[in-house]
């Protein structure tokens, strides 16, 4: 096949076929080349049949060879490398068994055009069902476990207009004249919906958060948008070559991205604002073998015969290699000379993985390609077992045994560990998880998650309550309000005023207020990348490299700048500032190797040695006697400082110092020892000297493992003169929003974190005396309504399904947008959202 017109190049068309074709004398299809002129696939055929094939084959892969009966069906699939099947076919049945002995069923009903398999016995002996309707349909599905999923086609058009799952929750599709989607309601009552102009082209797009996209279109003959327009009204055009290949993306703020493209449609360079560039070459096949940036660093890529990626050449020159099975699948890599290796199965599951030290990882399945077991490189043994419909019900790990429970709708509603109940899950209606809880060191403590009426989080409530008398000792919330263009732009700390982020475009950070006070400001360049942070009197300048890396941070105040330094392979070698300079050293591998500090008065280097798994081994600078090499099994039993123990689970139990060879031994090492619970969480810590203590401390996690509080008793001297533990802790408290720790709290200060938004990056600290919180304590409005709501105007406690609808209510007032359900159900209360709001403590 030959190009023969190209109006984008028709003054340089290609001197070879872009595909070309081999034919069996009787016109059968023998052998197919790229463009290169490789032969890229073979076909056999049978003798006697013509058109039968009998064999086929990939470039660089085994042959795979059929076999078939009187009628022409295939009975035999013939692997040399990998799973082979046999077909058994019957009147009303066919049976397939692989290499393995693994055996299918398939039971069909119907002829011609209308069979339809209506039965499938699994390889493990559990069976699913469908039924479909006269002409073919499917009507309903059952899992192994019998529960059956209901489908309703349009009787014109057969689309699905119904999905009605196990549990009785159901799903809706709505379609247009032309067959094309135009509503989707999930079971949660959350929909979606789509808009056509007259050629059938989306136009627009309305999410379930309310969130509205429209398309736009130039040319009548394409069904590509020239623009589109962002639920914040922001507009992206765009523009295409007559292949549909993208040439120029505009954002918002009308910065343009161009891409260029060779004679194949594939990409050969990206230019962003900036002067940022990355350019692209490919061989004759098409393979990608060369990645270049602005500034001509350079990353090579080999391939084998069968397309499989084997080498890649960094800038520096250093080579990272793969080796592949004849399936194509990996078995071998190598990196600065560590290898680290993978075996298969016949069905091509990763059986074994064997590290840089030589130590084993295995695997096992079972019929189904579920994973049941997993011994780890120290031998510690993990096993899973599950369901009919595959679900986790039963874990062990190391006779740690953990049990799953699920509703109607597979949502997970408990589990136990060693018999006793770990966690709970709760959900509302709609089935939106609300509430998840446990017992941590026989305290309750539960996280209530609160949303808006378009499914969006609006609170996160944290609590832990005394296990004899249930009393609330802490608890902790962070609120969250979305503005009318669906942006989080509003998040309100537990006791602080709210938080605003101010945007401009389709969301880009540009401020940042506390309550009504604006604290920082950013400029930002044609990439929408930071280059300037005003905060008060300071002022942040951050300026990046031709290739985009982080250049220099420089303050107003000099002692804090910073300048960034890295080597042609992106890895950073120096951090350099006026009282000193950080250098970096890497190993072939890109393991750090070393840290070199220098200041006025200071000159030292930090080596950081490793074996090839990466565990640390002893300084060899400072211990050139040592003779250790590796840890085979992951565990570093001993270092420069302490001897460690761990139990059968990995879990680091004892760290004691370690006294040198020649060293008379006094009594006197110190030992630390770690206790946990069934999670893996440490929850009691103890440090003696002497066989005496020296610090306790003990911690209580949330459902979620993050650590809510600390309590630790320190060596002191009491009334009579002796030293003993203190017989009153010292108690810590830590909230949290999502993974981000934002509040941690003693008896003297509560320090408080504001992130950048969807990051971990601190941006303020808030630091108050614990003594003032009382005077700034922000009441939600379920507490402020519990703590006047008694008949005698005393507290009372509402049922937790009430708080969460008054929780959601408070947030949409707060956010200036109450729904309809939440007027309707105050108005079958006898009340009004003004009443509510003059409830309502002051943000």
């Given at each position: 096949m030959w190009l023969t017109h190209d109006p984008e190049y028709p003054e340089n068309l290609p001197a070879a076929p872009l595909v070309r074709y081999g034919w069996t004398p009787r016109g059968e299809l023998a052998v197919v080349y790229d463009r290169s002129g490789k032969q890229v696939r073979s076909f056999t055929y049978d003798?006697?049949?013509?058109?039968?094939?009998?064999?086929?084959?990939?470039t660089g892969r085994p042959e795979i060879r059929y076999r078939y009966d009187s009628d022409g069906r295939v009975t035999e699939q013939l692997n040399p490398a990998g799973l082979s099947y046999t077909y058994q076919y019957e009147k009303d049945h066919i049976t397939i068994t692989d290499s393995l002995d693994r055996r299918e069923v398939l039971h069909t009903q119907g002829e011609a055009g209308l069979k339809r398999v209506v039965k499938k016995e699994h390889a493990d002996g559990s069976v699913t069902q469908s039924q479909f309707d006269a002409v073919g349909r499917l009507r309903t599905q059952t899992d192994a476990a019998g529960r059956t999923t209901e489908y309703s086609p349009d009787v014109v058009t057969g689309l699905i207009t119904r999905i009605t799952t196990p549990d009785g929750r159901a799903s809706a599709f709505y379609y247009n004249h032309h067959s094309q989607l135009t509503s989707a309601t999930g079971p949660d009552g959350l929909e979606i919906r789509r808009e056509y102009d007259e050629l059938g082209r989306l136009i627009q797009e309305t999410a379930p958060d309310g969130d509205i996209?429209?398309?736009?279109?130039?040319?009548?003959?394409?069904?590509?948008?020239?623009?589109?327009?962002d639920a914040t009204g922001s507009r992206k055009t765009m523009t295409w070559s007559r292949y549909g290949q993208l040439l120029s993306f505009t954002d918002c703020s009308g910065y343009v991205t161009r891409y260029d493209h060779d004679r194949f449609g594939q990409m050969t360079a990206v230019h962003r604002e900036e002067g940022l560039s990355q350019y692209r070459a490919y061989d004759s096949r098409g393979q990608l073998i060369a990645v270049k940036d602005t500034q001509g660093h350079e990353t090579r890529y080999e391939y084998n015969a069968a397309g499989d990626l084997t080498t890649v050449i960094a800038p520096d020159g250093s080579r990272n290699g793969t080796q592949y099975d004849a399936w194509g699948k990996a078995i071998c890599t190598t990196q600065g000379g560590l290898t680290r290796s993978m075996e298969y199965d016949a069905a091509g599951r990763v059986i074994r993985l064997t590290s840089e030290?030589?130590?084993?990882t295995t695997f096992r399945y079972d019929v189904l390609d579920r994973l049941i077991q997993e011994t780890g490189f120290d031998g510690r043994t993990q096993r899973y077992h599950h369901d009919l419909t595959g679900k986790l019900i039963r874990s062990e790990d190391e006779g740690l045994v953990t049990h799953w429970y699920y509703d109607e709708a597979d949502r997970l509603t408990h589990r136990t560990v060693k018999g006793e109940t770990a966690e709970r899950w709760q959900y509302d209606e709609r089935g939106w998880l609300t509430d998840i809880s446990h017992i941590s060191e026989g305290h309750r403590v539960a996280v209530h998650y609160g949303y808006d009426s378009k499914g969006r989080l609006a609170s996160e409530h944290l609590t832990v309550h005394h296990p004899q008398t249930n009393e609330l000792l802490w608890q902790h919330e962070t609120r969250h309000a979305y503005n009318a263009q669906g942006l989080a732009?509003?998040?309100?700390?537990?006791s602080l005023p709210a938080v605003e982020w101010l945007t401009y475009g389709s969301g880009y950070l540009a401020g940042m207020k506390l309550g009504d006070t604006p604290l920082v400001e950013y400029t930002r360049d044609r990439l929408h990348r930071e280059t300037l942070r005003s905060f008060g009197r300071y002022e942040l300048t951050t300026a990046y490299t031709p290739a985009g890396q982080l250049q220099s941070q420089h303050l107003n105040s000099l002692l804090s700048d910073r300048d960034y330094t890295w080597n042609?392979?992106?890895?950073?070698?120096?951090?350099?500032?006026?009282?000193q300079t950080r250098s970096y050293s890497y190993s072939t591998t890109g393991r750090l190797t070393g840290v070199h500090t220098t200041a006025a008065n200071l000159d030292i280097r930090i080596p950081y040695a490793t074996d090839p798994a990466g565990n640390r081994l002893p300084d060899p600078e400072l211990h050139p006697d040592s003779t250790l090499?590796?840890?085979p099994d992951n565990r570093i039993a001993r270092d420069a400082h302490y001897l460690y123990r761990y139990d059968r689970h990995g879990r680091l139990t004892e760290k004691t110092d370690l006294i040198p060879e020649g060293v008379i031994r006094t009594d006197d090492e110190r030992t630390h020892r770690y206790h946990y619970d069934s999670q893996h969480r440490l929850v009691h810590y103890t440090r003696t000297q002497y066989e005496e203590p020296l610090v306790e401390s003990r911690y209580l996690y949330d459902p979620l493992g993050r650590r809510v509080a600390k309590r630790v008793w320190r060596r002191e001297r009491d009334l009579t003169g002796w030293m003993s533990l203190s017989r009153k802790p010292q108690v810590t408290w830590y909230g949290w929003d999502g993974d981000r720790l934002t509040t941690i709290q003693n008896d003297r200060t509560r320090i408080q974190t504001i992130y950048q938004p969807g990051s971990f990056t601190?941006?303020?600290?808030?630091?108050?005396?614990?003594?003032?919180?009382?005077?700034?304590?922000?009441?939600?409005?379920?507490?402020?309504?519990?703590?006047?709501?008694?008949?005698?105007?005393?507290?009372?406690?509402?049922?937790?399904?009430?708080?969460q609808m008054l929780d959601r209510l408070e947030s949409e007032i707060l956010a200036d947008r109450v729904s309809e359900e939440s007027r309707r159900w105050l108005?079958?209360?006898?009340?009004?959202?003004?009443?509510?709001?003059?409830?309502?403590?002051?943000?």
């Open positions: 003798d006697k049949y013509r058109g039968r094939m009998v064999a086929h084959r990939h996209t429209r398309y736009r279109y130039d040319n009548p003959h394409s069904d590509l948008p020239c623009a589109t327009d030290n030589g130590s084993h732009n509003r998040c309100i700390p537990d042609d392979n992106g890895e950073l070698i120096r951090i350099s500032s006026p009282r090499s590796m840890w601190p941006l303020i600290r808030v630091e108050t005396a614990t003594g003032e919180l009382a005077k700034t304590q922000r009441r939600s409005l379920a507490d402020a309504l519990q703590q006047s709501g008694g008949e005698d105007g005393g507290s009372v406690v509402f049922p937790p399904v009430l708080v108005a079958s209360c006898g009340l009004t959202v003004e009443q509510m709001q003059n409830q309502m403590d002051p943000v």
